[in-house]
C-alpha cells in the first residue's frame, strides 16, 4: 500500500531534509523545512481551554506600524542606556546607583540586575549582551553569610534564569542547574511547622532569625517553584509550593482570617497563624492574589482549587475594600482591616498591578464587571501620573473623600444622576427601561412587515482603531482631598504592566498612549549618565542643570526586569509575547504556557 515510499538516507549537508525520514519519491525534492518558531511567540503545540484572553488585532496601517516601531527602538535603546550603565559599573553587583557610580548588593550579592534583566535581553533579542551574562552565572558563588530574603530570590533569581532557559529555547542548562543549586540552598528554610518559609536564610549558617513574615511573600513563589520541578523532574519544589497554598486554601478563622478570601498581611511561620487583620492588595498582599490567578492559568485550568480562591478573593475584595470617588472616573482600593470592618483611605503604586490582574480574570471567569472596574482603577494609577509636575506617578496618595463602590453610580455625575431618576416625578414620563422595551417591539413589528427573509448574523468582529494622531482627554484638576502622601517615583513597573495587559485585551490605544506619556516621563526626569535614577518629589520640576537635586541615587533591578520589557511590549506586535501563550511572574518574567503533567506534583501530603 506504501510501496511509493522508501527509506532515504539524507547527507547532512542539505538542510531541507532529515536523515532517514520516510518520504515521497516526488517530494524529496525541493522540499523546504518550515521555518523554527521563535519561543518569543510560544510552544506552537499549545491550545488552551481557556477562553482566550488577547484582542484580534486588525492589520496595521503602514504609517501606524513606522510610529509604534519607533516608540519601540526608543525604549530599547533606554534599556540599553541602563544596561551599559550597570555593565560598566556594577557588573555581578546586584545594582548600580546611577548618581555616584557606586553598587549595591542588597540581594546576596549575586548579581541581581545582570540576572533580572535576562528575559528582557531575550524578548529584546540582544542575543550577544544574553550569552555575555552565562559565564558569570555559572561564577555564582552561593555560600554568602549574610540573611538572603527568599521570596526576592525565589521571583528574581529563579523566574528570570527559568524564564530566560525557555526564551532561549532551553539551550542554555546553567539556567536549570543554577536555580536548582540555589532552591537546594533555601529548602531548609520550608521546614517550618505551618511549612510557611522564613522570610530570610542565612545560607552559610543555614538559619534564620525571624519568623515573622508576609503573606505575599509565602504565595508569590508557587508559578516559580512549579516550574523548577517540571525542568528538573523534582517534585519537591512544587510540593513545597503546593502545601503552602493548601495550607492557605484550609485557614479560618481559627487561624486570624476574618473574611474568606481577604488574607490579612503578616503571618507567623511557626504557628502557622495572621499576626494583624488588615488585608491590602498594595504592599504586602499584593502579589498572593495575583498568584491564585495565574497558578489557575499556567495549569490551564485543570486545578480548580486555584480559581476558587481567586475568584472568592475578588469577590470579597469588591464586597467591601473597593471605593469610588464621586463624580470621577476614580476608584480606590486602600488597605482594609477585616476585623473591625474599616477601611483606610490610601493607596499606593504597588497596588496598581490589579487593573490587569482583573482584565484577564475578568475574560477567564466571564466576569464583564470585573472589566470595568479594572479600567477604573487604571484610571486612578495614570491619573496620579497625568497630575504631577514631571508626569511621574508618587509612591502613595490618599483620597478621604470616597463612597463605596456602586456599580450604578459609579462613574456619574450629580446631574447625570439626576436625569437619570428625573422621571420618578413626572407622571408623563414614562420609566426608560419600559420605552426601551416599547421601541425594541416596534422595530420588531416594522422587519415582520418588510418580509425579508432572516439570517443569522455572524459574530462581529471589533476592529482595532490605529491612529497616528490620537489624543488623550484633558486630565481633570485633582480632588481636593486627594494628597500624595509618598511624593516618591521609584522607577515602579505596576501601571505600566498593567497598560500593556489592558491593550492588549482591548486594543485600546488610549492605552498605549498613556505608555508613552509615562515613558518620556521617565526619560526626561530620570535619566543620568549612566543610568536611570528614582525622583524624590515628583510635583517638583527643578532646571536641567540642578535636575539631579530631584533625583535618588537608585536603579533597582525590576526597571530592566518589569519597567522597560512591559513598556517595549506596549509598542510591540501583539504576538510577541501573547497573553494566551505566557504567564508572567509577579517579577515581569514570562513563563511558557503548554500542557505539563501535574499530577505528581499536586498529591495530597500524607498526615
Known amino acids: 500500500m506504501f510501496n511509493n515510499k ?6 547532512t549537508t542539505n538542510t ?4 532517514g525520514m520516510m518520504i515521497d519519491d516526488d517530494l524529496a525534492v525541493n522540499r523546504v523545512r518550515p521555518p523554527k518558531q521563535s519561543m518569543l511567540t510560544g510552544f506552537a503545540g499549545f491550545k488552551s481551554q481557556l477562553p482566550k484572553i488577547q484582542h484580534e488585532f486588525s492589520p496595521e496601517p503602514e504609517a ?7 516608540r519601540r527602538d526608543a525604549i530599547k535603546k533606554s534599556f540599553l542606556h541602563g544596561w551599559t550603565g550597570y555593565k560598566t559599573h556594577a557588573m555581578g ?6 548618581l555616584s557610580n557606586t553598587t549595591k548588593d542588597s540581594l546576596g550579592g549575586w548579581g541581581a540586575t545582570m540576572i533580572d534583566s535576562l528575559s528582557t535581553l531575550a524578548v529584546m533579542e540582544l542575543t550577544d549582551e544574553f550569552i555575555s551574562v552565562l559565564p558569570r552565572i555559572n561564577r555564582i558563588k552561593l555560600k554568602v553569610d549574610k540573611d538572603i530574603n527568599v521570596f526576592e530570590t525565589i521571583i528574581r533569581y529563579l523566574g528570570g534564569m527559568l524564564t530566560a532557559y525557555e526564551l532561549s529555547d532551553r539551550k542554555h542548562d546553567m539556567l536549570v542547574s543554577k536555580p536548582e543549586k540555589i ?3 533555601l529548602l531548609e528554610a520550608f521546614n517550618t511547622p505551618s511549612g510557611f518559609p522564613h522570610p530570610v536564610w542565612n545560607i552559610a549558617r543555614n538559619s534564620s532569625v525571624q519568623q515573622e513574615t508576609l503573606i505575599a511573600e509565602v504565595a508569590t513563589i508557587q508559578l516559580e517553584l512549579m516550574m523548577l520541578s517540571q525542568h528538573t523532574g523534582d517534585v519537591i519544589y512544587g510540593q513545597k509550593a503546593q502545601e503552602i497554598t493548601d495550607f492557605l486554601d484550609s485557614m479560618g478563622y481559627e487561624h486570624g482570617l476574618y473574611i474568606q478570601g481577604l488574607y490579612p498581611t503578616t503571618l507567623n511561620t511557626h504557628q502557622g497563624r495572621f499576626k494583624d487583620a488588615v488585608s491590602t492588595f498594595g504592599g504586602m498582599g499584593d502579589s498572593a492574589f495575583e498568584y491564585f490567578l495565574k497558578e489557575y492559568l499556567l495549569m490551564d485550568g485543570s486545578e480548580p482549587q486555584y480559581g476558587r480562591m481567586y475568584t472568592q478573593s475578588i469577590k470579597s475584595m469588591k464586597r467591601y475594600m473597593l471605593r469610588q470617588v464621586p463624580e470621577y472616573d476614580l476608584l480606590l482600593l486602600p488597605p482594609y482591616d477585616t476585623q473591625h470592618m474599616t477601611h483606610k483611605n490610601t493607596m499606593d503604586h504597588l497596588t496598581c498591578f490589579v487593573p490587569g490582574m482583573l482584565a484577564m480574570g475578568s475574560i477567564t471567569f466571564n466576569e464583564p464587571e470585573d472589566m470595568e472596574i479594572a479600567k477604573g482603577l487604571l484610571e486612578t494609577c495614570v491619573y496620579m501620573y497625568r497630575t504631577t509636575e514631571t508626569g511621574l506617578s508618587p509612591e502613595s496618595w490618599s483620597l478621604s473623600k470616597t463612597v463605596p463602590y456602586n456599580p450604578v453610580t459609579f462613574n456619574k455625575t450629580k446631574s447625570d444622576l439626576e436625569t437619570l431618576r428625573n422621571w420618578w416625578y413626572d407622571d408623563e414620563t414614562v420609566n426608560p427601561l419600559i420605552q426601551k422595551k416599547m421601541e425594541k417591539k416596534l422595530e420588531a413589528e416594522e422587519e415582520e412587515k418588510e418580509y425579508e427573509p432572516v439570517y443569522v448574523k455572524k459574530e462581529e468582529v471589533v476592529l482595532t482603531n490605529y491612529s497616528n494622531d490620537f489624543e488623550l482627554p484633558t486630565v481633570r484638576k485633582r480632588p481636593e482631598s486627594l494628597v500624595l502622601d509618598d511624593k516618591r517615583y521609584l522607577l515602579r513597573p505596576e501601571t505600566v504592566e498593567s497598560l500593556f495587559i489592558m491593550y492588549r485585551i482591548t486594543g485600546d490605544q488610549k492605552y498605549q498612549e498613556y505608555g508613552w506619556e509615562i515613558y518620556k516621563s521617565i526619560e526626561k526626569w ?3 549618565n549612566s543610568g536611570y535614577a528614582s525622583i524624590r518629589n515628583v510635583d517638583q520640576t527643578p532646571v536641567e542643570e540642578e535636575k539631579s537635586k530631584n533625583q535618588i541615587d537608585s536603579m533597582e533591578s525590576f526597571l530592566f526586569a518589569e519597567t522597560f520589557k512591559y513598556l517595549y511590549l506596549l509598542f510591540s506586535p501583539p504576538d510577541l509575547i501573547s497573553l494566551d501563550k505566557f504567564i508572567f511572574n509577579t517579577g515581569g518574567h514570562p513563563f511558557t504556557r503548554r500542557s505539563w503533567n501535574w499530577e505528581s506534583i499536586l498529591k495530597k501530603y500524607s498526615p
Do not use: A
Not at 16 to 19: F, K
Not at 64 to 70: F, H, K, V
Open 93 to 98: 553587583h546586584d545594582e548600580l546607583n546611577p
Open 183 to 185: 532552591m537546594i540552598e
Open 16 to 19: 531541507n531534509n532529515i536523515s
Open 526 to 528: 530620570c535619566k543620568t
Open 64 to 70: 501606524y506600524t513606522i510610529l509604534r516601531e519607533s
Open 6 to 11: 522508501k527509506q532515504v538516507s539524507i547527507p
